[in-house]
């Protein structure tokens, strides 16, 4: 595969992620939001199924090792808690505000990758994501 591909794969994400941002305002209405995570995890654990089945990617999940679970399940947590800390942002919030403010986590994935992954991003990258920082804060100024 092109190294490059990443990038093709990224930007979807971030397409697919301003869908939910929108979706989700939409939905939240009349709902309570922790209620709105769990219809919308649902939907991703049915899918995501059906998918892993379609690609035939499936395979026995207790032959991983215990230090890949490990980090699963704390991705999982993690994720858990961003989902329920987003759909109350977006409940109170506008999306065009809340979204943004949620990027700040490119900052601190550079971050953590230098402390925990020994990543090293170039200047130019560190130029785009303090950018990207200072425009969080320049939003979280502006009442």
């Not at 919308?40 to 230090?67: D, E, H, Q």
């Not at 979204?99 to 990258?125: C, H, N, T, W, Y």
């Not at 560190?126 to 920082?133: N, R, S």
């Amino acid at each position: 595969m092109d190294s490059s591909g990443w990038f093709v794969w990224a930007i979807l994400s971030a397409v697919f992620a301003a869908m939910t941002a929108i979706f989700a305002k939409l939905g939240l209405e009349g709902v309570d939001s922790d209620l709105a995570t769990l219809i919308r995890t649902c939907v991703i654990i049915v899918v995501l199924a059906a998918f892993v089945y379609a690609m035939g990617k499936w395979s026995n999940p207790f032959a991983l090792s215990w230090r890949t679970w490990l980090f699963l399940i704390l991705s999982g947590l993690a994720t858990g808690a961003s989902w329920v800390c987003y759909f109350r942002a977006l409940k109170m919030g506008e999306a065009s505000k809340v979204a943004p403010v949620d990027k700040l986590s490119l900052l601190l994935v550079a971050v953590f990758a230098v402390i925990f992954l020994g990543e090293r991003p170039s200047a130019m990258s560190w130029f785009g994501i303090l950018l990207v920082g200072a425009g969080v804060v320049v939003l979280g100024l502006k009442r």
